[in-house]
Protein backbone atom coordinates (compact mmCIF):
# COMPACT_ATOMS: atom_id res chain seq x y z
CA UNK A 1 0.00 0.00 0.00
CA UNK A 2 3.03 2.23 0.64
CA UNK A 3 4.20 1.56 -2.87
CA UNK A 4 1.18 2.90 -4.10
CA UNK A 5 0.97 6.27 -1.91
CA UNK A 6 -0.85 5.23 1.10
CA UNK A 7 0.99 7.37 3.04
CA UNK A 8 -0.11 6.74 5.63
CA UNK A 9 -1.62 2.92 5.84
CA UNK A 10 -0.43 0.69 8.46
CA UNK A 11 -0.85 -2.64 8.77
CA UNK A 12 -3.16 -2.14 12.12
CA UNK A 13 -5.98 -1.21 9.80
CA UNK A 14 -5.89 -4.48 8.12
CA UNK A 15 -8.34 -7.47 9.62
CA UNK A 16 -8.29 -11.23 8.04
CA UNK A 17 -11.46 -12.67 8.96
CA UNK A 18 -11.67 -16.74 8.50
CA UNK A 19 -14.98 -18.74 7.32
CA UNK A 20 -14.27 -22.56 8.48
CA UNK A 21 -18.07 -23.61 7.27
CA UNK A 22 -17.07 -24.84 3.79
CA UNK A 23 -15.83 -28.18 5.17
CA UNK A 24 -13.32 -30.30 3.69
CA UNK A 25 -10.98 -29.81 6.38
CA UNK A 26 -10.67 -25.78 4.29
CA UNK A 27 -11.00 -22.47 5.21
CA UNK A 28 -11.84 -19.10 3.34
CA UNK A 29 -9.97 -15.98 4.51
CA UNK A 30 -11.25 -12.38 3.75
CA UNK A 31 -8.90 -9.68 4.12
CA UNK A 32 -10.67 -5.93 4.93
CA UNK A 33 -9.38 -2.81 5.88
CA UNK A 34 -10.79 -2.29 9.30
CA UNK A 35 -13.91 0.46 9.82
CA UNK A 36 -12.20 2.76 12.15
CA UNK A 37 -9.71 2.97 9.83
CA UNK A 38 -8.59 6.98 9.60
CA UNK A 39 -9.96 8.71 6.09
CA UNK A 40 -5.90 10.18 5.75
CA UNK A 41 -4.66 6.20 5.76
CA UNK A 42 -7.55 5.83 2.76
CA UNK A 43 -6.23 7.93 0.35
CA UNK A 44 -2.87 8.44 -1.34
CA UNK A 45 -0.69 11.47 -1.58
CA UNK A 46 1.35 13.03 -4.19
CA UNK A 47 4.39 14.78 -2.98
CA UNK A 48 4.19 18.85 -3.71
CA UNK A 49 7.54 20.28 -2.66
CA UNK A 50 10.78 18.76 -1.75
CA UNK A 51 13.06 20.69 0.21
CA UNK A 52 16.77 19.75 1.66
CA UNK A 53 18.88 21.85 4.04
CA UNK A 54 21.96 21.10 3.09
CA UNK A 55 23.92 22.71 6.18
CA UNK A 56 22.00 22.04 8.62
CA UNK A 57 22.86 21.33 12.52
CA UNK A 58 20.85 20.25 16.39
CA UNK A 59 22.50 23.35 17.90
CA UNK A 60 21.22 26.14 15.00
CA UNK A 61 18.03 24.07 14.04
CA UNK A 62 15.30 27.17 14.50
CA UNK A 63 17.71 28.96 12.57
CA UNK A 64 18.69 26.61 9.67
CA UNK A 65 14.83 25.69 8.92
CA UNK A 66 14.15 29.78 9.44
CA UNK A 67 14.16 29.84 5.38
CA UNK A 68 11.54 28.24 3.99
CA UNK A 69 12.45 28.60 -0.45
CA UNK A 70 16.24 28.07 -1.52
CA UNK A 71 17.71 28.01 -4.92
CA UNK A 72 14.78 25.79 -6.98
CA UNK A 73 16.82 23.00 -9.09
CA UNK A 74 15.58 20.21 -10.85
CA UNK A 75 12.25 20.06 -9.17
CA UNK A 76 13.60 20.59 -5.52
CA UNK A 77 14.50 23.62 -3.53
CA UNK A 78 18.63 23.78 -1.57
CA UNK A 79 18.35 25.83 1.99
CA UNK A 80 22.65 26.38 2.11
CA UNK A 81 22.79 29.92 2.82
CA UNK A 82 26.89 29.20 3.01
CA UNK A 83 27.16 27.44 -0.31
CA UNK A 84 28.73 24.69 1.19
CA UNK A 85 27.11 22.26 -1.84
CA UNK A 86 26.53 23.00 -5.14
CA UNK A 87 22.62 21.35 -5.70
CA UNK A 88 23.54 19.26 -8.91
CA UNK A 89 25.08 17.23 -5.31
CA UNK A 90 21.43 16.01 -4.56
CA UNK A 91 20.37 15.35 -8.33
CA UNK A 92 20.76 11.83 -8.86
CA UNK A 93 19.71 11.14 -4.74
CA UNK A 94 16.36 12.77 -4.80
CA UNK A 95 14.18 10.14 -6.44
CA UNK A 96 10.62 12.62 -5.21
CA UNK A 97 9.56 15.48 -7.92
CA UNK A 98 6.60 17.05 -7.71
CA UNK A 99 3.72 15.45 -8.86
CA UNK A 100 5.09 12.18 -8.17
CA UNK A 101 3.14 9.56 -6.10
CA UNK A 102 4.60 8.54 -2.71
CA UNK A 103 6.47 5.44 -2.65
CA UNK A 104 8.04 3.82 0.40
CA UNK A 105 11.05 2.23 -2.03
CA UNK A 106 11.69 5.73 -3.33
CA UNK A 107 11.52 7.32 -0.09
CA UNK A 108 14.40 5.04 1.11
CA UNK A 109 16.29 4.58 -1.72
CA UNK A 110 16.92 8.49 -1.19
CA UNK A 111 17.53 8.29 2.52
CA UNK A 112 20.33 5.85 1.31
CA UNK A 113 21.91 7.60 -1.63
CA UNK A 114 22.24 10.40 0.84
CA UNK A 115 23.93 8.54 3.43
CA UNK A 116 26.23 6.86 0.70
CA UNK A 117 27.23 10.24 -0.49
CA UNK A 118 29.92 9.95 2.81
CA UNK A 119 29.55 13.68 3.65
CA UNK A 120 27.10 14.00 6.24
CA UNK A 121 27.28 12.96 9.69
CA UNK A 122 23.63 12.69 10.05
CA UNK A 123 20.53 12.32 7.48
CA UNK A 124 16.75 12.53 8.59
CA UNK A 125 13.77 13.49 7.29
CA UNK A 126 10.25 14.02 7.92
CA UNK A 127 6.89 14.75 5.11
CA UNK A 128 4.31 17.28 6.11
CA UNK A 129 0.64 17.49 4.85
CA UNK A 130 -0.26 20.50 2.88
CA UNK A 131 -3.13 21.76 1.04
CA UNK A 132 -2.04 22.77 -3.04
CA UNK A 133 -5.11 23.49 -5.19
CA UNK A 134 -7.70 21.88 -3.07
CA UNK A 135 -5.61 18.51 -2.82
CA UNK A 136 -3.99 17.16 0.01
CA UNK A 137 -0.38 16.68 -1.12
CA UNK A 138 3.00 16.25 1.25
CA UNK A 139 5.77 18.16 1.38
CA UNK A 140 9.49 16.72 2.31
CA UNK A 141 12.24 18.14 4.31
CA UNK A 142 15.72 16.53 4.63
CA UNK A 143 17.93 17.34 6.98
CA UNK A 144 21.31 16.90 6.36
CA UNK A 145 24.56 17.37 9.09
CA UNK A 146 27.76 17.82 7.15
CA UNK A 147 30.54 15.95 8.58
CA UNK A 148 33.97 17.98 8.75
CA UNK A 149 35.11 19.01 5.44
CA UNK A 150 39.08 18.39 6.34
CA UNK A 151 40.51 16.20 8.40
CA UNK A 152 44.05 14.58 8.77
CA UNK A 153 45.12 10.92 10.20
CA UNK A 154 48.12 9.55 11.44
CA UNK A 155 48.29 5.68 11.74
CA UNK A 156 51.55 3.78 13.62
CA UNK A 157 50.94 -0.01 12.04
CA UNK A 158 52.49 -3.29 12.52
CA UNK A 159 52.24 -5.19 9.17
CA UNK A 160 52.40 -8.78 7.89
CA UNK A 161 52.24 -9.55 4.28
CA UNK A 162 51.50 -13.12 1.96
CA UNK A 163 55.46 -12.75 1.25
CA UNK A 164 55.88 -13.47 5.15
CA UNK A 165 57.79 -9.74 5.06
CA UNK A 166 57.12 -8.29 8.65
CA UNK A 167 57.43 -5.21 9.86
CA UNK A 168 56.41 -1.57 11.00
CA UNK A 169 54.90 1.20 9.06
CA UNK A 170 53.70 4.41 9.71
CA UNK A 171 51.11 6.25 7.46
CA UNK A 172 49.64 9.78 7.20
CA UNK A 173 46.45 10.81 5.31
CA UNK A 174 44.97 14.28 4.79
CA UNK A 175 41.16 14.35 3.08
CA UNK A 176 38.81 17.20 1.66
CA UNK A 177 35.17 15.85 1.93
CA UNK A 178 33.66 18.51 -0.65
CA UNK A 179 36.65 19.70 -2.67
CA UNK A 180 34.92 21.77 -5.59
CA UNK A 181 31.41 21.43 -3.59
CA UNK A 182 29.78 18.44 -5.32
CA UNK A 183 30.77 15.85 -2.68
CA UNK A 184 34.09 15.20 -3.81
CA UNK A 185 36.21 13.12 -1.65
CA UNK A 186 39.96 14.48 -2.54
CA UNK A 187 42.78 12.19 0.08
CA UNK A 188 46.47 12.61 -0.36
CA UNK A 189 48.18 9.38 1.56
CA UNK A 190 51.79 9.06 2.19
CA UNK A 191 53.60 5.64 4.06
CA UNK A 192 56.67 4.80 5.41
CA UNK A 193 58.19 1.39 6.72
CA UNK A 194 60.54 -1.11 7.01
CA UNK A 195 60.27 -4.86 6.47
CA UNK A 196 62.49 -8.19 7.44
CA UNK A 197 61.50 -11.79 5.96
CA UNK A 198 61.08 -13.47 9.12
CA UNK A 199 61.43 -17.47 7.55
CA UNK A 200 63.54 -19.25 4.68
CA UNK A 201 66.80 -18.53 4.27
CA UNK A 202 66.59 -14.57 3.53
CA UNK A 203 66.00 -12.65 6.55
CA UNK A 204 69.31 -11.04 5.94
CA UNK A 205 67.98 -8.30 3.42
CA UNK A 206 65.65 -5.92 5.27
CA UNK A 207 63.70 -4.01 3.40
CA UNK A 208 62.81 -0.45 3.01
CA UNK A 209 59.70 1.14 1.68
CA UNK A 210 57.88 4.97 0.99
CA UNK A 211 55.43 6.24 -1.37
CA UNK A 212 52.13 7.95 -1.34
CA UNK A 213 49.04 8.39 -3.54
CA UNK A 214 46.48 11.18 -4.76
CA UNK A 215 42.64 10.08 -5.03
CA UNK A 216 39.94 12.29 -6.03
CA UNK A 217 36.48 10.10 -6.31
CA UNK A 218 33.02 12.06 -7.44
CA UNK A 219 29.77 10.65 -6.44
CA UNK A 220 28.53 9.86 -9.56
CA UNK A 221 29.60 8.50 -13.10
CA UNK A 222 32.19 11.36 -15.21
CA UNK A 223 32.08 10.66 -18.84
CA UNK A 224 32.90 12.93 -21.46
CA UNK A 225 30.37 13.97 -23.10
CA UNK A 226 27.44 11.72 -21.71
CA UNK A 227 25.14 12.01 -18.49
CA UNK A 228 24.64 8.91 -17.00
CA UNK A 229 21.96 8.63 -13.84
CA UNK A 230 22.37 5.27 -12.31
CA UNK A 231 19.22 3.73 -10.28
CA UNK A 232 19.50 1.89 -6.80
CA UNK A 233 19.92 2.83 -3.47
CA UNK A 234 24.09 2.90 -4.00
CA UNK A 235 25.82 6.48 -5.55
CA UNK A 236 28.04 4.99 -8.38
CA UNK A 237 31.84 6.58 -7.93
CA UNK A 238 34.27 7.79 -10.74
CA UNK A 239 37.62 7.51 -9.35
CA UNK A 240 41.36 8.63 -10.16
CA UNK A 241 44.53 7.81 -8.66
CA UNK A 242 48.43 8.46 -9.04
CA UNK A 243 50.89 6.76 -6.65
CA UNK A 244 54.53 6.21 -6.35
CA UNK A 245 56.18 3.85 -4.12
CA UNK A 246 60.12 3.11 -3.62
CA UNK A 247 60.94 -0.22 -2.89
CA UNK A 248 64.56 -0.12 -1.17
CA UNK A 249 65.57 -4.33 -0.59
CA UNK A 250 69.11 -3.46 0.90
CA UNK A 251 72.12 -4.54 -0.43
CA UNK A 252 69.95 -5.95 -3.14
CA UNK A 253 68.52 -3.69 -5.54
CA UNK A 254 65.95 -0.86 -5.30
CA UNK A 255 62.26 -0.64 -7.47
CA UNK A 256 60.65 2.75 -8.26
CA UNK A 257 56.86 2.00 -9.40
CA UNK A 258 54.24 4.80 -10.73
CA UNK A 259 50.88 3.87 -10.61
CA UNK A 260 47.50 5.55 -12.36
CA UNK A 261 43.72 4.99 -12.56
CA UNK A 262 40.69 5.75 -14.00
CA UNK A 263 37.65 4.07 -13.41
CA UNK A 264 34.28 3.57 -11.90
CA UNK A 265 32.62 1.61 -9.19
CA UNK A 266 28.50 1.28 -8.45
CA UNK A 267 26.42 -1.44 -7.07
CA UNK A 268 23.66 -3.07 -8.26
CA UNK A 269 22.47 -4.06 -4.61
CA UNK A 270 23.99 -5.07 -1.18
CA UNK A 271 25.18 -8.03 -2.96
CA UNK A 272 26.58 -6.98 -6.41
CA UNK A 273 29.58 -4.61 -7.32
CA UNK A 274 30.86 -3.54 -10.78
CA UNK A 275 34.30 -2.07 -10.73
CA UNK A 276 35.61 -0.73 -14.68
CA UNK A 277 39.05 0.74 -15.30
CA UNK A 278 39.12 1.81 -18.55
CA UNK A 279 42.85 3.68 -18.15
CA UNK A 280 45.26 1.33 -15.83
CA UNK A 281 48.67 2.41 -15.98
CA UNK A 282 52.16 0.65 -14.13
CA UNK A 283 55.45 1.52 -14.47
CA UNK A 284 58.41 0.16 -12.90
CA UNK A 285 61.98 0.54 -12.70
CA UNK A 286 64.48 -0.91 -11.50
CA UNK A 287 67.93 0.23 -10.00
CA UNK A 288 70.97 -0.45 -7.88
CA UNK A 289 71.11 -3.28 -8.72
CA UNK A 290 73.92 -5.60 -6.37
CA UNK A 291 76.29 -7.65 -7.61
CA UNK A 292 75.35 -10.09 -5.02
CA UNK A 293 72.24 -10.18 -6.73
CA UNK A 294 73.55 -10.35 -10.31
CA UNK A 295 75.64 -13.26 -9.37
CA UNK A 296 72.51 -14.94 -8.02
CA UNK A 297 70.37 -14.40 -11.14
CA UNK A 298 73.27 -16.55 -13.60
CA UNK A 299 72.62 -19.57 -10.84
CA UNK A 300 68.73 -19.12 -10.42
CA UNK A 301 66.99 -17.12 -13.38
CA UNK A 302 63.63 -16.69 -11.93
CA UNK A 303 65.40 -13.71 -9.81
CA UNK A 304 65.65 -11.59 -13.15
CA UNK A 305 61.36 -11.18 -12.89
CA UNK A 306 61.69 -9.54 -10.11
CA UNK A 307 63.63 -6.73 -11.70
CA UNK A 308 61.85 -6.39 -15.38
CA UNK A 309 61.23 -2.75 -16.24
CA UNK A 310 57.56 -2.99 -16.66
CA UNK A 311 55.16 -0.49 -18.24
CA UNK A 312 51.61 -1.58 -18.66
CA UNK A 313 48.82 0.14 -20.12
CA UNK A 314 45.48 -1.58 -19.83
CA UNK A 315 42.07 -2.04 -19.21
CA UNK A 316 40.33 -3.99 -16.04
CA UNK A 317 36.77 -5.15 -14.70
CA UNK A 318 35.86 -7.16 -12.03
CA UNK A 319 32.30 -8.23 -10.85
CA UNK A 320 31.75 -9.46 -7.55
CA UNK A 321 28.56 -10.67 -6.07
CA UNK A 322 27.93 -11.88 -2.28
CA UNK A 323 24.65 -14.06 -1.74
CA UNK A 324 25.94 -13.64 2.10
CA UNK A 325 26.41 -9.46 2.33
CA UNK A 326 23.55 -8.33 4.58
CA UNK A 327 22.21 -11.41 5.35
CA UNK A 328 22.36 -13.84 8.53
CA UNK A 329 22.05 -16.96 6.18
CA UNK A 330 25.06 -18.55 6.26
CA UNK A 331 24.75 -20.90 3.42
CA UNK A 332 25.46 -19.15 0.16
CA UNK A 333 27.33 -18.41 -2.89
CA UNK A 334 30.24 -16.02 -3.44
CA UNK A 335 31.84 -14.58 -6.90
CA UNK A 336 34.24 -12.62 -8.16
CA UNK A 337 35.89 -12.47 -11.59
CA UNK A 338 38.29 -10.42 -13.24
CA UNK A 339 39.22 -9.72 -17.09
CA UNK A 340 42.53 -7.66 -17.33
CA UNK A 341 43.36 -6.24 -20.60
CA UNK A 342 47.17 -4.68 -21.80
CA UNK A 343 49.06 -3.30 -24.63
CA UNK A 344 46.24 -4.31 -27.40
CA UNK A 345 46.24 -1.10 -29.24
CA UNK A 346 49.76 -0.13 -29.13
CA UNK A 347 50.26 -4.26 -30.22
CA UNK A 348 47.94 -3.45 -33.11
CA UNK A 349 49.80 0.03 -34.12
CA UNK A 350 53.23 -1.28 -33.82
CA UNK A 351 52.81 -5.02 -35.14
CA UNK A 352 54.98 -6.24 -32.54
CA UNK A 353 55.80 -10.11 -32.05
CA UNK A 354 58.00 -11.45 -29.88
CA UNK A 355 57.90 -14.84 -31.80
CA UNK A 356 59.91 -12.89 -34.79
CA UNK A 357 61.78 -10.51 -32.17
CA UNK A 358 59.99 -7.80 -33.27
CA UNK A 359 59.75 -6.30 -29.70
CA UNK A 360 58.80 -2.48 -29.10
CA UNK A 361 59.50 0.20 -25.91
CA UNK A 362 58.13 3.03 -25.04
CA UNK A 363 59.61 5.28 -22.76
CA UNK A 364 62.52 2.93 -22.59
CA UNK A 365 60.60 -0.12 -21.70
CA UNK A 366 58.87 -2.95 -23.43
CA UNK A 367 55.16 -2.67 -23.09
CA UNK A 368 53.11 -5.21 -21.54
CA UNK A 369 50.90 -7.29 -24.33
CA UNK A 370 48.10 -9.63 -22.62
CA UNK A 371 44.49 -10.99 -21.76
CA UNK A 372 44.34 -12.09 -18.24
CA UNK A 373 40.64 -13.72 -16.19
CA UNK A 374 40.06 -15.31 -13.23
CA UNK A 375 37.88 -16.12 -10.98
CA UNK A 376 37.26 -16.93 -7.46
CA UNK A 377 34.23 -19.40 -6.58
CA UNK A 378 32.89 -19.99 -2.75
CA UNK A 379 30.34 -21.98 -1.61
CA UNK A 380 28.95 -21.95 2.31
CA UNK A 381 26.61 -24.58 3.47
CA UNK A 382 25.60 -24.07 7.22
CA UNK A 383 24.92 -27.76 9.29
CA UNK A 384 23.26 -26.99 11.74
CA UNK A 385 22.96 -23.96 14.02
CA UNK A 386 26.90 -24.01 15.06
CA UNK A 387 29.03 -25.51 12.19
CA UNK A 388 30.06 -24.46 8.63
CA UNK A 389 31.27 -26.03 5.41
CA UNK A 390 33.45 -24.02 3.07
CA UNK A 391 34.68 -24.77 -0.59
CA UNK A 392 36.65 -22.41 -2.84
CA UNK A 393 38.09 -22.79 -6.35
CA UNK A 394 40.21 -20.26 -7.81
CA UNK A 395 41.06 -20.69 -12.02
CA UNK A 396 43.21 -17.97 -13.43
CA UNK A 397 45.04 -17.92 -16.91
CA UNK A 398 46.94 -15.36 -18.72
CA UNK A 399 47.55 -15.26 -22.37
CA UNK A 400 50.70 -12.70 -23.21
CA UNK A 401 51.08 -12.54 -26.64
CA UNK A 402 52.13 -9.75 -29.35
CA UNK A 403 55.14 -7.41 -27.55
CA UNK A 404 55.22 -10.11 -24.41
CA UNK A 405 56.12 -13.88 -23.89
CA UNK A 406 55.07 -13.78 -20.52
CA UNK A 407 52.54 -11.92 -18.18
CA UNK A 408 54.88 -9.03 -16.40
CA UNK A 409 55.70 -9.86 -12.85
CA UNK A 410 53.21 -8.07 -10.93
CA UNK A 411 50.11 -9.67 -13.21
CA UNK A 412 51.10 -13.07 -12.78
CA UNK A 413 50.03 -15.39 -10.56
CA UNK A 414 51.62 -17.10 -7.22
CA UNK A 415 50.67 -20.02 -4.60
CA UNK A 416 51.23 -21.12 -1.46
CA UNK A 417 51.18 -19.11 1.57
CA UNK A 418 48.91 -18.39 4.93
CA UNK A 419 45.73 -17.08 1.99
CA UNK A 420 46.65 -20.20 -0.37
CA UNK A 421 48.35 -23.55 -0.02
CA UNK A 422 48.64 -23.42 3.83
CA UNK A 423 51.25 -26.44 3.89
CA UNK A 424 53.66 -24.27 1.68
CA UNK A 425 55.43 -21.26 2.02
CA UNK A 426 54.35 -18.25 0.31
CA UNK A 427 55.22 -17.89 -3.49
CA UNK A 428 56.94 -20.91 -3.37
CA UNK A 429 55.15 -23.44 -5.16
CA UNK A 430 55.75 -24.11 -8.75
CA UNK A 431 55.90 -23.46 -11.34
CA UNK A 432 54.54 -26.95 -12.71
CA UNK A 433 57.09 -29.25 -11.46
CA UNK A 434 59.89 -26.57 -11.35
CA UNK A 435 62.48 -26.72 -8.12
CA UNK A 436 65.32 -23.97 -8.77
CA UNK A 437 68.41 -25.51 -7.00
CA UNK A 438 68.81 -22.73 -4.44
CA UNK A 439 65.53 -23.77 -2.97
CA UNK A 440 67.64 -26.22 -1.62
CA UNK A 441 70.97 -24.71 -1.13
CA UNK A 442 71.29 -22.70 2.36
CA UNK A 443 74.10 -20.75 1.21
CA UNK A 444 72.52 -19.81 -1.99
CA UNK A 445 70.12 -16.32 -2.22
CA UNK A 446 66.52 -18.08 -3.10
CA UNK A 447 63.33 -15.37 -3.17
CA UNK A 448 60.32 -17.16 -3.14
CA UNK A 449 58.98 -15.78 -6.23
CA UNK A 450 57.65 -17.86 -8.33
CA UNK A 451 55.04 -17.19 -10.36
CA UNK A 452 52.92 -18.06 -13.22
CA UNK A 453 50.78 -17.49 -16.26
CA UNK A 454 48.26 -20.13 -15.07
CA UNK A 455 46.81 -21.06 -11.87
CA UNK A 456 44.15 -23.43 -10.45
CA UNK A 457 43.86 -23.66 -6.52
CA UNK A 458 41.07 -25.97 -4.57
CA UNK A 459 40.34 -25.85 -0.62
CA UNK A 460 37.38 -27.29 1.43
CA UNK A 461 36.96 -26.09 5.20
CA UNK A 462 35.06 -27.60 8.04
CA UNK A 463 34.18 -25.00 10.89
CA UNK A 464 32.63 -26.92 13.61
CA UNK A 465 31.21 -24.23 16.13
CA UNK A 466 33.31 -25.13 19.70
CA UNK A 467 32.09 -22.78 21.91
CA UNK A 468 31.09 -19.06 22.74
CA UNK A 469 33.15 -17.60 19.73
CA UNK A 470 35.61 -19.97 19.31
CA UNK A 471 35.17 -22.25 16.08
CA UNK A 472 37.58 -24.98 15.09
CA UNK A 473 38.82 -25.89 11.34
CA UNK A 474 40.05 -28.88 9.02
CA UNK A 475 41.23 -28.55 6.07
CA UNK A 476 42.45 -29.44 2.55
CA UNK A 477 44.20 -27.35 -0.04
CA UNK A 478 45.52 -28.13 -3.25
CA UNK A 479 47.24 -25.80 -6.40
CA UNK A 480 49.67 -24.57 -8.42
CA UNK A 481 50.79 -22.53 -10.86
CA UNK A 482 51.96 -22.77 -14.76
CA UNK A 483 53.92 -21.21 -17.68
CA UNK A 484 51.48 -21.03 -20.69
CA UNK A 485 54.55 -20.87 -22.94
CA UNK A 486 57.74 -23.00 -22.26
CA UNK A 487 61.13 -21.83 -20.98
CA UNK A 488 64.08 -23.79 -21.14
CA UNK A 489 65.57 -22.35 -18.02
CA UNK A 490 62.59 -23.64 -15.78
CA UNK A 491 62.05 -27.19 -16.90
CA UNK A 492 58.57 -28.85 -16.06
CA UNK A 493 57.08 -25.16 -15.57
CA UNK A 494 54.64 -25.56 -18.61
CA UNK A 495 51.24 -26.17 -18.39
CA UNK A 496 49.80 -29.88 -19.77
CA UNK A 497 47.70 -32.27 -19.56
CA UNK A 498 49.37 -34.01 -16.44
CA UNK A 499 48.79 -31.01 -14.85
CA UNK A 500 46.85 -32.76 -11.89
CA UNK A 501 49.76 -34.97 -11.55
CA UNK A 502 51.59 -31.96 -10.49
CA UNK A 503 49.41 -29.92 -7.88
CA UNK A 504 50.77 -29.61 -4.75
CA UNK A 505 48.21 -30.62 -1.91
CA UNK A 506 48.70 -30.00 1.89
CA UNK A 507 45.91 -30.67 5.60
CA UNK A 508 45.33 -29.30 8.67
CA UNK A 509 44.02 -27.48 11.11
CA UNK A 510 42.92 -24.79 13.14
CA UNK A 511 40.98 -22.29 15.53
CA UNK A 512 38.55 -19.02 14.85
CA UNK A 513 38.17 -16.48 16.98
CA UNK A 514 34.94 -14.90 15.33
CA UNK A 515 34.69 -11.22 17.16
CA UNK A 516 32.14 -10.25 14.77
CA UNK A 517 33.69 -7.51 12.97
CA UNK A 518 37.31 -9.39 13.23
CA UNK A 519 38.24 -12.68 12.65
CA UNK A 520 41.04 -14.31 14.03
CA UNK A 521 42.76 -17.20 12.41
CA UNK A 522 45.56 -20.03 13.17
CA UNK A 523 46.21 -22.95 10.88
CA UNK A 524 48.37 -25.05 10.85
CA UNK A 525 49.34 -27.05 7.92
CA UNK A 526 51.79 -29.89 6.72
CA UNK A 527 52.35 -30.46 2.85
Known amino acids: MKEKGFYYFSGEYLL ?63 IDSAKIFKPRVFEQSMQFQPGDLYSRKD ?39 PLPRKSLRAEFTGTSKSNNLTGPEFSGGWRNRNTFGGAEQLSVNIFAGTEVQISGNFGKSN ?34 LLGYEMLNRQS ?28 AINFVRP ?25 IVGTSYNYNYNQLAGSPNRTG ?31 DAQFSQYVKA ?20 VIGAGFPYGNSRYLPF ?62 GALFIDAGNVWLLNDDPLKPGAQFSRNFLKELAVDAGFGLRLDLTILLLRLDFAFP
Open 16 to 78: FETDTTVGNHEVNLYMQVKRETPAEARQTYRINDVFIYANYHLSTAGEDTAQVHGEFHQGFYV
Open 107 to 145: HNTTLSRLISLSNFKFVKNRFQPVIDSGELKLNAFYYLT
Open 207 to 240: TFRIGGEVNISFPRFVVPFIKINRQGEFVPRTNA
Open 252 to 279: LYTLHSFRGNYGYTWKESLQKEHQLNPV
Open 287 to 311: INVAQRYVDSMAVNPSLAKILEQQF
Open 333 to 363: LYFNGLLDMAGNVAGIATGANWKTNDTVTLL
Open 374 to 393: EVDLRYYKQFGRRSQWANRI
Open 410 to 471: VKQFFAGGNNSLRGFRSRTVGPGSYRPSSADNPSALFLPDQSGDIKLEINTEYRPKLFSILE
